[in-house]
């Protein structure tokens, strides 16, 4: 038949309705051939040619209508399983996890987010209970959630007051959200859950919490900063006094030299109020072009003098043709504080400290190195030795390595520590360069000489 | 040549440091332990220098540098303060301080500081 064409081989849509006109066709060939026979004595033939064309014609109608019946019925078949792999796949493509459960609390289905979510495969969860994808110490009360759930039905967020937790393939654990909603079919009633993970919202909640509770710190740290600072001054100022008087009138030198730890240790607890107060302070910055070897030279002014006196040697070796980095002055310079302060605690019996710029090829960045010749970290201590309040010194306050590495990071940067037990110990601190354009050379233009008249 | 000093802070002890350390160079010291006080002293006694404190009790060092700036022109300020921040450190600097003091100081960057701002004539 010329309309089944396009149909395979062995298709059997059209040879059922056929079959059944065959059937029918030879059925009623029969009737008529044996009613005609036995009523009319052979003599049948004008009449049976009449009934036989009626039994055509009938069979080919009867077939025309069940062919038709079936094409309808096939195409709304296919119809349908479009739709459902429509619907299968908006399932799969929502951003959230959905989860079908029946009321024994068996999955029945599950989108594409669960699989990606908790690592298991589809296969691996359908018809396993819902417990599987919670921790194990929460299976047993999850049951008991369940069971209440399906008591009273309704559509709400899973787990008030608690925080639900999600447990992958691999054991690994991480913080979700569910919502559940209930329907009733007719093989009894399933529970829709819609799952989130929540791993960022969390961090950044925590985040948030981190920096109130920095703020806060700003605040009581402002207030200690001045009400100890004022003490500190007098304090120092007057040791201050002291030593000129105790130098002219030449008092033996243990008593200078006892002033001279009475002053510097008011300017040691100056520190611990203004480190905390760069801790807890918005960090506002400007960020201009600068050259680390300006810098270098500007805290050795700082430090020269008070190093020499401990028997400090500080050498410089700096690159001239070092690039300029971006950067905010101040963090900068704090930086270079802590790691020279650092140094020179490192070596109470004195030593060298050794600062160097040079330009690192890839990627274009400036690095500027400290190193001193101290006793060294040991590997267990320098893994802790940027964490906050993280201190070896009796003296410390943990906060400005920390510091210094939080501004590394706030300029696009790195510190590196690296010791040597007995040889001592070597910070690097890698900036990116600014990218300049290449300059021009600008024409030199004739400045008109003032006239003096 | 003996030239006034005006200090001002509301700790009576840092007061008397500083008049110590600047009586030192040869100069003279007023007190002062509050905002009004010091504006007070300002009118009165027109000193060739100012040393002052930011936080003070009834009124802050800005308050001091301004009213120095409108009715003596040209006097210079010294500002300390031990709530010291890069914002304040630029701010200090914007209004026109003549040097500005993290405490705890050293006693030389005092005196020098204030060397440095008496040796500048008054214009």
Redesign the interface.
């Known amino acids: 038949m010329t309309f089944d064409s396009a149909r395979p081989p062995g298709s059997e849509w059209y040879s059922r309705p056929l079959r059944l006109v065959l059937i029918y066709v030879i059925v009623g060939g029969l009737w008529v051939g044996v009613s005609d026979v036995i009523q009319l004595n052979f003599a049948f033939f004008p009449i049976a040619v009449d009934r036989l064309i009626f039994i055509a014609i009938t069979a080919v109608l009867s077939y025309i209508v069940v062919r038709e019946n079936r094409i309808v019925i096939e195409q709304s078949r296919a119809a349908e399983n479009e739709s459902a792999a429509r619907i299968r796949a908006y399932f799969n493509s929502a951003a959230e996890g959905l989860i079908v459960v029946d009321s024994q609390g068996r999955i029945v289905d599950a989108n594409a987010k669960v699989v990606q979510m908790f690592g298991y495969t589809e296969p691996e969860l359908i018809g396993q209970p819902i417990e599987m994808l919670a921790p194990e110490r929460l299976r047993g009360q999850h049951g008991g959630y369940r069971a209440e759930y399906m008591r009273a039905p309704i559509s709400r967020p899973m787990g008030f007051g608690r925080d639900p937790v999600g447990r992958r393939k691999d054991g690994s654990e991480f913080p979700i959200e569910v919502s559940l909603s209930y329907f009733a079919t007719r093989q009894g009633g399933i529970v829709t859950g819609y799952i989130t993970d929540v791993t960022e919202r969390r961090q950044l909640e925590f985040q948030s919490r981190r920096s109130e509770a920095m703020a806060a710190i700003g605040t009581v740290a402002?207030g200690v900063?001045?009400?100890?600072?004022?003490?500190?001054?007098?304090?120092?100022?007057?040791a201050?006094?002291v030593i000129?008087e105790a130098s002219n009138r030449g008092l033996p030198d243990q008593l200078l030299n006892d002033l001279q730890v009475i002053h510097r240790n008011?300017?040691r607890a100056?520190r611990v109020a203004?480190e905390l107060?760069t801790l807890a302070?918005t960090p506002?910055k400007s960020h201009k072009p600068l050259n680390l070897n300006d810098l270098v030279n500007e805290i050795m002014l700082l430090f020269r003098e008070q190093t020499a006196r401990d028997g400090i040697q500080i050498e410089t070796a700096l690159d001239p043709q070092l690039p300029p980095v971006s950067g905010d002055h101040?963090a900068l310079s704090q930086v270079l504080t802590n790691l020279l302060s650092n140094a020179r605690e490192a070596m109470p019996a004195g030593g060298i400290i050794r600062m160097k710029t040079c330009s690192a090829a890839q990627p274009q960045a400036v690095r500027l190195t400290v190193e001193d010749t101290g006793n060294g970290i040991p590997d267990d201590a320098a893994a802790k030795i940027f964490d906050l309040f993280y201190t070896t010194k009796s003296t410390g306050t943990g906060l400005g390595l920390w510091l210094s590495k939080r501004a590394g990071r706030e300029h696009g940067g790195t510190i590196e520590v690296k010791s040597q037990v007995g040889q001592g110990t070597i910070f690097i601190v890698t900036l990116p360069a600014l990218r300049t354009e290449p300059e021009q050379t600008p024409d030199p233009i004739a400045i008109p000489q003032a006239g003096r008249s | 040549m003996a030239l006034k000093v005006l200090v001002v802070?509301d700790?009576l002890?840092?007061v008397d440091?500083?008049a110590?350390?600047i009586e030192g160079l040869g100069h003279v010291c007023l007190r002062a332990f509050d905002g009004p006080e010091a504006i007070e002293l300002i009118d009165s006694e027109q000193p060739d220098l100012v040393v002052t404190d930011f936080?003070l009790p009834h009124g802050d060092g800005f308050g001091i540098l301004r009213h120095a700036n409108e009715n003596s022109p040209g006097i210079p300020v010294i500002m300390?303060t031990?709530?010291?921040?890069?914002?304040m450190a630029q701010a200090a600097s914007e209004a026109g301080v003549k040097a500005y003091l993290?405490?705890?100081?050293?006693?030389?960057d005092?005196m020098q500081a204030v060397r440095n701002a008496l040796a500048i004539p008054r214009q």
């Open positions: 402002a900063a001045h009400e100890l600072n004022n003490p500190l001054a007098i304090i120092s100022a007057r201050e006094l000129a008011a300017h100056s203004t107060l302070r506002q101040t | 802070d700790e002890d840092l440091t500083c110590r350390l936080n300390m031990g709530y010291h921040t890069a914002d993290r405490k705890p100081f050293m006693t030389n005092l």
